[in-house]
């Protein structure tokens, strides 16, 4: 499956992005999503993920309180809100198989390009 991002941009410290991804399939299936990030000079880190049916998400704790992913069989989504400098990064989308949540991106086999989140202080 092809993962398409969209939604990233550049904002001020306290404002708030509204990522989405879609599949090239039109659904999402059965698919856990996630998105995880990458800063310049940093590694990948995991941002929040969710199962097929929404009925369990998995947080990083530095994003607890100010994100909210979500999805329905056609695309997920990341509300994020009072966003912070430490927040720029390009913004992955990714998807497995595999019914449950986690936070490693090695259990993920799709992946979309990436979209740019700048936070400006």
């Known amino acids: 499956v092809q993962l398409v991002e969209s939604g990233g941009g550049l904002v001020h410290t306290g404002g708030s992005l509204r990522l989405s991804c879609v599949a090239s399939g039109g659904t999402l299936g059965t698919y856990t999503m996630s998105w995880f990030r990458q800063a310049p000079g940093k590694e990948r880190e995991f941002v929040a993920a969710i199962n097929w049916n929404s009925h369990s998400t998995l947080y990083a704790d530095f994003v607890k309180g100010r994100f909210a992913i979500t999805r329905d069989n056609t695309k997920m989504s990341l509300q994020m809100n009072n966003l912070k400098p430490e927040d720029t990064a390009t913004y992955y989308c990714?998807?497995?198989?595999?019914?449950?949540?986690?936070?490693?991106?090695?259990?993920?086999?799709?992946w979309g390009q990436g979209t740019q989140v700048t936070v400006n202080s």
């Open positions: 990714a998807a497995r198989g595999d019914l449950e949540t986690s936070h490693y991106s090695g259990d993920y086999f799709f």
